[in-house]
Structure formats: structure tokens, C-alpha cells
Nanobody, 113 residues
Framework: VQLRESGGGLVQPGGSLRLACTAS????????MDWYRQAPGNQREFVAR???????TYADSVKGRFTISRDNAKNTVYLQMSSLQPEDTAVYYC????????WGQGTQVTVSS
């Protein structure tokens, strides 16, 4: 399994970003996909999950601001982030639930004025 995250960057508070994670060497459509994030000095934390059937779960800290989605034809899971705040600054990673030890390089999201 290989995971490649993209779409991070520097954004002002209140701004938006759309992250993407493309998976290879995996039967993507049957896999539950998660987004995690890790801020400096903090442990990696769960952000959002989407199952193969489209059931979605969010961390309380991002509910109402972030939207997870997937495109099975492109082997890609997305994270649309809105109303970003400085506390959302972190490296964002995707993960396939069935392959919990496999991680991509992550994509840096920095929210700052």
C-alpha cells in the first residue's frame, strides 16, 4: 500500500483548503479511509473517517467545518477544510484502516495570519 497526500499550504484564519490522498496497491473501494493530523509536540490524532459504504465520522474538533469524501474511481479520499483556525495547523495524513501501520509523507497545513 502506498499513500500520497497533497493539497496542504499556508492559509489565513477563516480560510479553506482541500486535501487529497491517493492510494495505490490497494483495493481502495472496499477500504475504510481515515484522515489524521499531528501538530508539533502532539500525538497524531484522528480527524475523519469514511467507510466503503460512505458512513462518515468526524472528530468533535472539526465537525461542521471539515468534509471527508472519496472517489473510488480515482482511488482518492478528500478532506475539504473550511473555517480553518490556527489550532488546525498540523501535518495531515491519510490512512487505510486495514493497513494501520502504513502512512504517507503527509501534507503540511499552516493556518496563520
Amino acid at each position: 500500500v502506498q499513500l500520497r497526500e497533497s493539497g496542504g499550504g499556508l492559509v489565513q484564519p477563516g480560510g479553506s483548503l482541500r486535501l487529497a490522498c491517493t492510494a495505490s496497491e490497494i483495493h481502495f473501494a472496499i477500504n475504510t479511509m481515515d484522515w489524521y493530523r499531528q501538530a508539533p509536540g502532539n500525538q497524531r490524532e484522528f480527524v475523519a473517517r469514511i467507510t466503503s459504504r460512505g458512513k462518515i465520522t468526524y472528530a468533535d474538533s472539526v465537525k461542521g467545518r471539515f468534509t471527508i469524501s472519496r472517489d473510488n474511481a480515482k482511488n482518492t479520499v478528500y478532506l475539504q477544510m473550511s473555517s480553518l483556525q490556527p489550532e488546525d495547523t498540523a501535518v495531515y495524513y491519510c490512512n487505510a484502516l486495514a493497513q494501520p501501520t502504513v502512512w504517507g509523507q503527509g501534507t503540511q497545513v499552516t493556518v496563520s495570519s
